[in-house]
Nanobody, 124 residues
């Protein structure tokens, strides 16, 4: 299975942009549906984006639709989350996650593989 490592988390001002990379190592990366989740202090992990394997279909919740974009580079075994028009409500630890099926799911319990997370703080 793959292992995931996120990076790129920083302090950014409201209205700014940030791209989070997630590096995957291991076998058959292109067989995994990839997701991003956010965890605010004292809250559970919340779905923010996913890209299905095979079709590269993407899905976003309304809260980030039009602002966040997930992409993947199978040759480099990388997944990215481009975040634009950031606001303080986007603050949290961002996790990259993987599941080895072609179906997008939004519940964190459906993703068995997780990175360690990277902190993003958006100041007002």
């Amino acid at each position: 299975q793959v292992q995931l490592v996120e990076s790129g988390g920083v302090l950014v001002q409201a209205g700014g942009s940030l791209r989070l990379p997630c590096a995957a190592s291991g076998r058959a990366f292109n067989s995994y549906t990839m997701g991003w989740f956010r965890q605010a202090p004292g809250k559970g992990r919340k779905f923010v984006a996913a890209m299905a394997t095979s079709t590269n279909t993407t899905y976003y919740p309304d809260s980030v639709e039009g602002r966040f974009t997930i992409s993947r580079d199978n040759a480099k075994t990388m997944v990215y989350l481009q975040m634009n028009s950031l606001n303080p409500e986007d603050t949290g630890v961002y996790y990259c996650a993987a599941r080895q099926t072609p179906v997008i799911e939004t519940h964190p319990n459906t993703y068995p593989i997780w990175g360690q997370g990277t902190q993003v703080t958006v100041s007002s």
